[in-house]
């Protein structure tokens, strides 16, 4: 199994080119004889972290150091899940990993692989390799920490879900969906569709009507089971889902604003995500679009009490407003409680830190690995006054 903790990104990479390669040539027998439901795990992952001399130039130095010591100090993730390659809210994306320094992911329910090629003659699973790989490119820009895919197959334009889902196996979809949440933990989902008719292609509601339904399904530990008997996967709470394709006035809960200046980027983020998109030339034929920048999404399972466009009372604009997503307040968002914040330090450290460390234990392990800079445990501080007990003769130890 592909893991984003392994730490081989180049063997990540060639072992993402293998799964790209079994799903889209038909290996599915071969995969069935190992995984009787024909879903192997390393089927829906692909890695656009940079390797070396692929890392754009904004991500190597002082610049590339800055960019990824920010990222170690919030908790903050965010997984963004659409249907095809170039569906993706570019500068919303971009906005949260280079701007607010969050986790950030995409899962793109297929490869695109039936659409047009606007730059060559690579048609089905060949056009679906060149907007994998147009995808990676792109991920890159908006600072991707990950980027996934089911095993759902394009088959091209669908005119309603029911079409879709009868091409597709829903369950296997939402399986795969289920899969990737549970491997990702972010706090935050979002969802680029509205998971309605008024998403004007099948699988494009498909996409919005399964994400809430993925992301309820992988709290539960009685859906999909195998995937934690025997693949290893926990199951993981999303704290908040929202959701895309909120018309002009309706109602909103977050309106994410791109249009800033980032002095690191020397641009605005919606315009180097721009950029970035525009490198899916099969799709834009190397097209970068202009304007755009503003993103608007409701809070699916909250009371929406956002303003409309109308009005513009803007609710917020952050998914993670309200939440405390700094490494301390960290077991509290895993429903751990706060950490205390006062411990006496007794001669006995052992005896009073014990409970403290359990529960920063228990955090760190439940949380997701990348968001903890190594080595770190939240004691330094009551460990640096039990040092000084322990030079005036207090404690032993
Ligand atoms: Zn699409």
């Not at 394709?245 to 315009?271: C, F, H, K, N």
Request: hydrophobic share 40%; proline share 5%.
């Amino acid at each position: 199994m592909i893991d984003r903790r392994q730490p081989g990104l180049g063997a990540a990479l060639s072992a993402a080119a293998v799964a790209v390669v079994a799903t889209l040539a038909g290996a599915a027998a071969a995969a069935a004889q190992s995984d009787p439901a024909g879903r192997a795990p390393d089927r829906v992952l692909a890695f656009p972290a940079p390797v070396g001399e692929e890392r754009l130039d904004v991500d190597r130095g002082a610049m590339g150091a800055w960019y990824r010591i920010r990222k170690l100090a919030t908790t903050a993730s965010l997984l963004h899940i659409t249907a095809h390659p170039d569906d993706e809210h570019a500068g919303m994306l971009t906005l949260a990993s280079r701007g607010w320094g969050a986790r950030t992911a995409l899962l793109s329910l297929n490869r695109g692989e039936a659409g047009a090629n606007a730059i060559g003659p690579e048609l089905f699973d060949a056009l679906g390799l060149i907007r994998t790989r147009e995808l990676v490119l792109s991920g890159r820009y908006y600072g991707l920490d990950d980027l996934y895919f089911t095993t759902a197959v394009d088959y091209g334009y669908s005119k309603s879900v029911d079409e879709a889902f009868r091409s597709w196996d829903r369950e296997a979809v939402l399986e795969d969906m289920v899969r990737v949440i549970r491997l990702n933990r972010p706090l935050v989902v979002v969802s680029r569709f509205h998971g309605s008719a008024r998403d004007g292609h099948g699988h494009h509601h498909a996409a919005g009507l399964l994400t809430p339904e993925a992301v309820a399904a992988a709290a539960d530990p009685a859906r999909f089971p195998r995937q934690i008997s025997e693949e290893g996967l926990r199951p993981w709470r999303v704290l908040r889902t929202f959701r895309g394709g909120v018309r002009v006035d309706e109602p909103y809960d977050v309106e994410v604003i791109a249009t800033g200046m980032s002095p690191w980027l020397g641009d605005t983020y919606q315009r180097w995500a721009s950029r970035g998109l525009g490198l899916q030339r099969s799709q834009t034929a190397g097209r970068v679009r202009a304007g755009g920048g503003r993103y608007f999404y409701e809070h699916v399972d909250g009371t929406v009490t956002g303003g409309s466009r109308g009005t513009a009372t803007r609710i917020a604009d952050s998914f993670f407003a309200g939440l405390d997503t700094t490494l301390r307040g960290l077991p509290a968002l895993l429903g751990e409680g706060p950490l205390p914040r006062r411990t006496r330090c007794s001669p006995n450290w052992t005896a009073w830190s014990a409970p403290w460390r359990r529960r920063s234990t228990s955090a760190t392990r439940r949380a997701p690995s990348a968001t903890w800079p190594a080595g770190w445990d939240g004691s330094g501080r009551r460990s640096r006054r039990c040092r000084t007990l322990r030079r005036r003769g207090f404690t032993s130890r």
